[in-house]
């Protein structure tokens, strides 16, 4: 049976011993590469060149090339603008050599273009005005001609690096597929192939398999299976939350553990290809190479199925850890030395005295919400007859961030329609009889200049709803909790029976509440649950108590505890 091959090509592979013949189909478009895309490769092997730090065997990596074998030619499935590009260089390359010491190059025949590569042997100007396509591939030699004749002496290292530093991915597909049906994909569709499928043609390759035809496929086929299933893993929305940053950028997700293994840290699309294509070579059994990857991924399930290690992980990752480096401090540490490793860790996050936090200073902002988030984790943690986790994705996805629980006077809504729903909704919970005649005064009166009597009412509601003034309480943490972004933006003028009210109602319907949250408006840390309009004193210490408590193990010691 035949199938698809995957490999890297030398552009010299193309061109020694009997150069290849490539075959340009008729449902391509023409050569359009402009000035631009030309100088922009000129530009990027040039930097590849001149690189201080360029390993001896570091090459520079062009985008897929798919080709399927054709009589003795290969049909261009994509990738015919830089195979093009390609031949123009060498082209210039092979015109400063006397004839006897041109090399052979590869041949490109356009279906549409009758002689077209006997034109491209020639590259007479008066004939790149017959057709559209001569005129581009005329423009691009120009180019490539203008360039070098800016740069100073590079010729002869830039032919070599063009001929023995770059590589193509080199993707075969056998003779049954339908061209048209790739071509479609790849190019009208806009769907290149990712890191992932190019991985997985390396993966199950059948020359990698030992034994008979039967064997090997069958082998192929276990491998396919244990693929689809750490695809389907990575789809759960608990564990994909728990691991990645929240975003859903992979089209493949099995790309993601790929990536960590390979260490990609820029912007290169290939790295992650070109990373298992050595490492292929290197051990040269996919055995071996197959069993790295699923010991990698098993490692992250062992971490999403021990309850602690899920959360002491989750937390490192939600507050910028990178999954990569957790994963390499785990290598040869009991689960008991792990957890010891990622409790350390936190503490990296938490060194500092709780009570100078403060709202008001952004640099404390990141401080507060990593404190009430590790609050809602380790108590979740401290539960061990509970089977609830924290939800990491949701967190991320929903931009959760901190809020005050008792409305603060500098956020008075600001816009006419926010002020009148916000005395709508204040009048449905107080029971103050002055009050909700004020308000129903200034909402039945329409006047254009009603500003100062809104922040006469706004302040008497928030003192009415208070047992003191708080004043440097406000903005510390024993006032602030976590809150997704739609409620926030919703409630946070509102007074605290609203917010509790509403934050009731959302976790009835099933929205996301931090466990901390929840008892916060549950008026959980309290003992005395006689006052549950306000969020005064005792509740306010009794919070900030539990805070402490409860984070004991992993803040440094307080020098201070609020009275």
Same mark, same amino acid.
């Given at each position: 049976m035949n199938e698809n091959k995957l490999d890297l090509l030398d552009i010299n592979d193309l061109i020694k011993e009997s150069p290849f013949a490539f075959y340009i189909p008729s449902y391509q478009r023409g050569y359009r590469w402009t000035e631009i895309q030309v100088t922009d490769l000129l530009d990027d092997i040039y930097e590849f060149i001149n690189r201080k730090d360029r390993k001896i065997d570091e090459f520079y990596c062009l985008q897929p090339v798919v080709v399927k074998p054709k009589d003795e030619s290969w049909e261009v499935i994509d990738g015919q603008q830089?195979?093009?590009?390609?031949?123009?260089?060498?082209?210039?390359? $092979?015109?400063?050599?006397?004839?006897?010491?041109?090399?052979?190059?590869?041949?490109?025949?356009?279906?549409?273009? /009758?002689?077209?590569? /006997?034109?491209?042997?020639?590259l007479k100007p008066e004939k790149s005005k017959t057709n559209v396509d001569y005129y581009h591939i005329y423009q691009a030699f120009t180019t490539i001609k203008n360039w070098f004749s800016q740069k100073q002496n590079i010729a002869n290292d830039f032919e070599g690096a063009l001929l023995n530093s770059t590589k193509i991915i080199w993707y075969e597909v056998n003779e049954d597929v339908d061209s048209i049906d790739i071509f479609t994909r790849l190019n009208i569709g806009?769907?290149? !192939?990712? $890191?992932?499928?190019?991985?997985?043609?390396?993966?199950?390759?059948?020359? $990698?398999?030992?034994?008979?035809?039967?064997?090997?496929?069958?082998?192929?086929?276990?491998?396919?299976?244990?693929?689809? *299933?750490? @695809?389907?893993?990575?789809?759960?929305? @608990? =564990?994909?939350?728990?691991?990645?940053?929240?975003?859903?950028?992979?089209?493949?997700?099995?790309?993601?553990?790929?990536?960590?293994?390979?260490?990609?840290?820029?912007?290169?699309?290939?790295?992650?290809?070109?990373?298992?294509?050595?490492?292929?070579?290197?051990?040269?059994?996919?055995?071996?190479?197959?069993? @790295?990857?699923?010991?990698?991924? !098993?490692?992250?399930?062992?971490?999403? $199925?021990?309850?602690?290690?899920?959360?002491?992980?989750? =937390?490192?990752? +939600?507050?910028?850890?990178?999954?990569?480096? !957790?994963?390499?401090?785990?290598?040869?540490?009991?689960? +008991?030395? =792990?957890?010891?490793?990622?409790?350390?860790?936190?503490?990296?996050?938490?060194?500092?005295?709780?009570?100078?936090?403060?709202?008001? /200073?952004?640099?404390?902002?990141?401080?507060?919400?990593?404190?009430?988030?590790?609050?809602?984790?380790?108590?979740?943690?401290?539960?061990?007859?509970?089977?609830?986790?924290?939800?990491?994705?949701?967190?991320?996805?929903?931009?959760?961030?901190? /809020?005050?629980?008792?409305?603060?006077?500098? *956020?008075?809504?600001?816009?006419?329609e926010h002020r009148r729903d916000w005395m709508n909704e204040v009048m449905l919970f107080t029971k103050s009889e002055e009050l909700k005649a004020r308000i129903k005064r200034w909402i039945e009166t329409e006047k254009k200049n009603r500003i100062e009597e809104f922040e006469t009412i706004y302040d008497d509601v928030l003192k009415a709803y208070s047992e003191e003034e708080i004043t440097e309480e406000i903005n510390d943490i024993r006032n602030l909790t976590l809150l997704d972004a739609g409620t926030n933006r919703g409630y946070k003028n509102a007074i605290y029976p609203i917010k509790r009210n509403k934050i009731i109602q959302k976790d009835q319907n099933g929205t996301f509440i931090p466990l901390c949250t929840k008892n916060v408006f549950l008026k959980y840390y309290n003992d005395s649950v006689e006052q549950m309009t306000l969020w005064g004193k005792a509740d306010r210490k009794s919070y900030l108590q539990a805070i402490l408590t409860v984070l004991e193990s992993y803040l440094p010691d307080q020098t201070l505890n609020y009275n």
């Open positions: 830089r195979l093009t590009t390609i031949f123009l260089l060498l082209k210039y390359f $092979n015109n400063r050599l006397a004839e006897d010491f041109r090399k052979a190059l590869y041949t490109i025949h356009y279906e549409t273009r /009758e002689g077209s590569a /006997e034109y491209l042997d020639s806009k769907i290149p !192939l990712t $890191n992932a499928e190019l991985i997985k043609a390396l993966f199950l390759f059948r020359d $990698n398999f030992k034994g008979s035809d039967q064997t090997r496929q069958l082998r192929q086929i276990e491998i396919a299976g244990e693929w689809d *299933r750490i @695809e389907a893993a990575l789809r759960n929305k @608990e =564990f994909w939350g728990f691991l990645s940053d929240g975003n859903d950028s992979y089209d493949n997700r099995v790309e993601f553990i790929f990536d960590l293994m390979s260490g990609k840290t820029k912007e290169d699309k290939d790295f992650t290809f070109r990373y298992f294509h050595k490492r292929f070579n290197e051990i040269k059994d996919v055995e071996v190479a197959w069993k @790295e990857v699923k010991d990698y991924f !098993l490692a992250f399930q062992e971490w999403y $199925n021990d309850r602690k290690i899920f959360h002491l992980v989750g =937390f490192l990752i +939600t507050v910028g850890e990178k999954v990569s480096t !957790l994963k390499s401090e785990s290598v040869g540490k009991t689960k +008991t030395v =792990f957890k010891d490793f990622l409790k350390n860790k936190i503490k990296n996050y938490t060194n500092f005295q709780v009570y100078e936090l403060s709202y008001s /200073e952004n640099s404390d902002k990141v401080h507060i919400k990593n404190i009430l988030l590790l609050f809602n984790i380790v108590s979740i943690i401290n539960n061990a007859a509970s089977n609830y986790r924290f939800q990491f994705g949701r967190f991320k996805v929903e931009n959760w961030d901190i /809020e005050h629980i008792h409305s603060v006077k500098s *956020r008075m809504p600001e816009r006419e």
